[in-house]
């Protein structure tokens, strides 16, 4: 049992560049999320979904891109990289609304742009 | 505006005795408070949750209280254990928001022997 996964673990991106961060989880969660962790902050969230075909922005969504176009996939896509985007990037997913479990994090992706 | 707050950016613990890690919050409306505690170069994993309807919830060595007033919480683990040196974050959602958890900026917990 799988549960989130996220690749690549680690990424180093030139300025202008894109790139697509992978996500996929196997335990039919409808809801996932998008996070970013920069040193010494919480988490913020970036786009989330309630359901294949549904996604919405969240906290800090500027400069990226989602979709959502199964249950089991949410690629989180950056175009045109900036400095200010390198940070360590988590997906998460969860059953409902309320879920008593929380969220299941992904090992996260490491990202730094220069 | 940092609505889910911890403003003990690291705390030490001797092994077997109690940590308390504490939680503030400014958004009357979330009613679903979790922790989660995070290793290095590893994602958050869920610990604990409480919901807004209650005051405490234990679970083995972890108990979380809640005082709706104050609107405060606190993680209580005893006894503590080198295992549990970690990153401990607190996270807050509000019915009806699909779920959407606010973090804080997390507590580093070294439990020393």
Redesign the interface.
């Known amino acids: 049992n799988a549960g ?1 996964t996220q690749t690549p673990k680690f990424r180093i991106l030139k300025i202008g560049q894109s790139m697509t961060l992978q996500c996929t989880q196997d335990m039919n969660h409808n ?1 996932m ?1 998008w ?1 970013r962790q920069d040193p ?6 970036i786009y ?1 979904s ?1 359901g294949a075909g549904i996604t ?1 922005k ?1 906290e800090v969504p500027n400069g990226y891109n989602v979709s959502r176009s199964t249950t089991e996939d949410f690629p989180l896509r950056l175009e045109l990289a900036a400095p200010s985007q390198t940070s360590v990037y ?1 997906c ?1 997913s ?1 059953y ?13 992706t490491r990202l730094t742009v220069v | 505006d940092q609505q ?1 707050k ?1 403003n003990s ?1 690291s705390l030490s613990v001797q092994e077997g005795r109690i940590s308390i890690l504490n939680c503030d919050y400014t958004n009357s409306m979330f009613d ?1 408070f ?1 922790w ?1 505690k995070k290793y290095p ?6 610990l604990i ?1 409480i ?1 807004s309807i209650k005051d405490k919830n234990e679970d083995g060595r972890f108990t979380v209280f809640l005082n709706k007033s104050a609107k405060h919480l606190s993680l209580h683990i005893v006894p503590s254990q080198p295992g549990d040196s970690a990153v401990y ?1 607190c ?1 807050a ?1 509000a ?2 928001t ?9 507590t580093r917990l070294q439990v020393t022997l």
Do not use: I, R, W
């Open positions: 989130v809801y999320y996070y010494g902050m919480g988490l913020k969230l989330y309630v919405d969240g988590f998460a969860s409902s609304q309320g879920s008593a479990y929380g969220y299941t994090f992904g090992s996260g | 889910v911890q950016p679903y979790l989660y170069a590893e994602g958050p994993t869920f949750s919901s974050f996270a959602s019915t009806g699909a779920s959407k958890l606010t973090f804080g900026t997390g």
